[in-house]
């Protein structure tokens, strides 16, 4: 047997499930509206246009 095939002869050791979670510190998410009200906008750009 070659040293090639001997390598893959054998499972690698178990990994513990606390040794594959990372953690890393986040900032919040921003706001995708950019503090605006889509509704309102909507309203203004499409809704009032015919009076």
Do not use: C, N, S
Not at 27 to 51: K, M, N, Q, S, T
């Amino acid at each position: 047997m070659t040293p090639d095939q001997d390598r893959f002869k054998h499972l690698p050791k178990r990994v513990r499930l606390e040794d594959t979670i990372t953690t890393a510190e986040t900032e919040p998410v921003p706001d995708p509206d950019g503090d605006r009200d889509p509704d309102r906008d909507f309203l203004i750009r499409y809704g009032l246009g015919g009076v």
